[in-house]
């Protein structure tokens, strides 16, 4: 949350840092859209094609992470071997980095995979068995989606001899929906812009994902020919063991005579009730070393609470009979999902509760009035920022309208989009909780508490084309705007040029990410792509509209209980939080405990939890700062071997090498 000042120097996020000269600049902006579109093509590629280690899928950004360090550590090193000017400065890599953070989140899990395939499932896997055709396709706009059949035909089974890819059928609802998702990110961006002072300098959230990056930049800020995080022992004794497991795993796929690695296993309890997972995962180990450590506490523990009520609900056979629909119910379920995002929803209107103060001043400033509010440091303008948003919201709104909605569906939709998007996104930033998304998606939030019977057919159908921006979101805009805005606050000078790389970034990985997509899909057959993001993905939400379309309920009323358990909950946690020192419960981690991702990180949470208490107990400050290298370098070994082995097997040929889920 951040409500608290860190209460000890050990536990600050960071040493004092250098001045970080130079920024966006020309040179920065090229290489940036370089490795943006590098980004946009490689990722769906290594995804669909290779089928090889994720590198975009989550918050972390593994291939902004492996591509800094090949452009740190070897091109910049390389060019400062040649001339000290020809190197990248430190503000240009910062900027950079920012460029590729952002485009992480769009070329897989954060929107193209789902996009293309999305756009052209229901009529693919239209049949007389699920009776999509009569149920649900005539409810979906014609200009959401490509009117070629054989387009949508091809996309899945790929081409036919001699034929080209059909370009022309996908130009106009892609244009549509660009229209929609610049306006989408372009509100996300002005409401981070609006938060970012209240976040990083009065709240002082922690943001973990940004450290790394951060160490890298700092080390080439210093004077020096050798970046000085190159003879830091610690970061390398924590890089070797994920790449040297890494390169054992992926040598393992080659030669099926190496013994299997085993990262996973679990018990059962409460005679097959529940299930607690152990699975160790070496960034979110690193990660959550950098947070305090109540805060690494209420995440793992949380976790394991909801995972004993879950399977206490199902020992005395209360698990609620309602259709929670798709990328919930493996989740939290019907009763433990609403509980969560309720939970999240109270997280998202405290913090703006919390910031009223600043928000009050901008809101002024937006409006012209007098105010203590400074934007000087703001990569905008706070009156561009907020009339931005307000317009940006408007669209968004009659958009979704035009596209099938009640207008005050579509209304209700983008507040709980927004809610969503921010809550998730002070997770991200405060907990570093790299692999996390929603406990429920807005549009199912709205058809659990509203009842599909109030909605009707028209509504349900347009809102399972919703779940493209908000369905899966393992990744999105909000999260890495947020974290590049506490990479400016490095900067020195003017910021609003950083604006404009991240709006080149987005343009430029959607672009390529959409077009790499496509190609991908026509010339392989979309059904030898990953089958999640062609096949099983893409059709959940069509499911779940058609099921309940069929079958049309009020709100359940058990949803609604659980809720309120949920709000109110989370409210006393955040009381007990802000009134006393000595709770030693952090509210953030109750919202996300009933999501499965949590479950299987709550042990490397752990580990890194009781590692530090031990380090901070018999080492003190100064430990901590060396250690903390350490677990820098177990992020950086294990996106860095997954990446070296993505470009190895691309040159022998290799296909199914995933190194590490998580």
Avoid at 291 to 297: F, P
Avoid at 439 to 459: C, F, K, Q, R, Y
């Amino acid at each position: 949350m951040g409500f608290r000042a860190p209460t000890s120097t050990a536990e600050s996020q960071s040493v004092t840092s250098p001045t970080i000269v130079g920024g966006a600049s020309w040179r920065a902006f090229v290489v940036g859209t370089v490795m943006c579109a590098i980004i946009g093509v490689a990722t769906p590629y290594a995804t669909h094609v290779m089928h090889a280690s994720y590198m975009a899928l989550d918050f972390s950004a593994p291939a902004a992470i492996f591509l800094f360090f090949v452009l740190v550590f070897l091109i910049n090193g390389l060019l400062r071997s040649v001339a000290t000017g020809a190197a990248l400065t430190s503000g240009e890599l910062l900027v950079v980095f920012i460029m590729m953070l952002v485009a992480c989140a769009i070329p897989t899990m954060g929107l193209t995979a789902y996009l293309v395939s999305q756009m052209a499932a229901p009529f693919y896997y239209a049949a007389p068995e699920n009776q999509w055709a009569e149920v649900l396709l005539p409810h979906i706009r014609e200009w959401l989606y490509p009117a070629d059949p054989l387009a949508i035909k091809w996309l899945f089974e790929g081409l036919p001899a001699g034929e080209a890819i059909p370009w022309s059928a996908w130009v106009m609802p892609l244009l549509v929906w660009a229209s929609f998702l610049l306006a989408l990110y372009f509100v996300m961006i002005c409401a981070m812009v609006i938060l970012r002072k209240q976040w990083v300098e009065n709240e002082r959230l922690l943001y973990p994902i940004t450290q790394l990056p951060m160490a890298m930049v700092e080390g080439e800020a210093r004077p020096g020919f050798t970046n000085p995080i190159l003879r830091n022992a610690w970061l390398w004794v924590g890089f070797l063991p994920p790449f040297l497991i890494g390169c054992y795993i992926a040598l393992s796929h080659y030669d099926t005579s190496f013994p299997p690695f085993e990262w996973f296993t679990s018990f059962d309890f409460f005679r097959g009730a529940g299930r607690i997972i152990f699975r160790i995962s070496f960034p979110m180990i690193g990660f959550s070393y950098l947070l305090s450590t109540r805060l690494a506490l209420s995440l793992w523990l949380f976790s394991l609470v909801t995972t004993v009520e879950r399977a206490a609900l199902r020992m005395v056979g209360y698990e609620g009979s309602e259709t929670i629909g798709p990328y919930a119910s493996s989740g939290g379920g019907p009763l433990l999902g609403p509980q969560s995002q309720a939970a999240l929803y109270v997280l998202a209107l405290f913090g703006l509760w919390i910031g009223r103060h600043h928000l009050k001043q901008v809101v002024a400033k937006a409006f012209g009035r007098r105010s203590g509010a400074s934007d000087a440091d703001e990569i905008l303008p706070y009156r561009t920022a907020f009339w931005g948003m307000v317009v940006g919201l408007v669209y968004l709104v009659l958009w979704l309208h035009h596209s099938g909605l009640d207008l005050w569906v579509a209304a209700l939709l983008v507040v709980v989009s927004m809610a969503t998007f921010l809550g998730v996104t002070r997770i991200v930033a405060a907990g570093g909780v790299a692999e996390t998304r929603a406990p429920v998606p807005a549009a199912t939030s709205i058809m659990s508490a509203v009842g599909p019977e109030a909605l009707g057919s028209s509504n349900l159908a347009s809102l399972g084309m919703t779940y493209i921006w908000m369905g899966d979101i393992r990744t999105f805009v909000m999260a890495a705007c947020a974290n590049g805005l506490k990479l400016t606050s490095m900067l020195r000078g003017r910021k609003r040029p950083v604006f404009w790389a991240m709006a080149l970034a987005i343009v430029v990985t959607l672009v390529f990410s959409v077009w790499a997509t496509l190609k991908i899909a026509y010339m392989h057959g979309g059904a030898n792509a990953n089958r999640w993001f062609f096949e099983t993905g893409p059709c959940l939400p069509f499911h779940y509209a058609v099921g309940v379309m069929k079958t049309p309920v009020g709100a359940s009323v058990n949803g609604w209980i659980f809720r309120g358990i949920g709000a109110a909950s989370m409210s006393a946690l955040l009381f007990m939080h802000l009134r006393f020192v000595w709770w030693p419960l952090h509210p953030l981690g109750f919202p996300i405990a009933s999501v499965w991702l949590t479950g299987h990180l709550w042990f490397s949470i752990f580990l890194a939890w009781a590692v530090k208490m031990m380090v901070l107990r018999y080492g003190g400050a100064e430990l901590y700062r060396r250690t903390r290298f350490f677990f820098l370098g177990l992020i950086l070994g294990q996106y860095t071997v997954c990446g070296v082995w993505i470009v190895i097997d691309l040159f022998t040929g290799k296909v199914g090498n995933t190194l590490f889920w998580i």
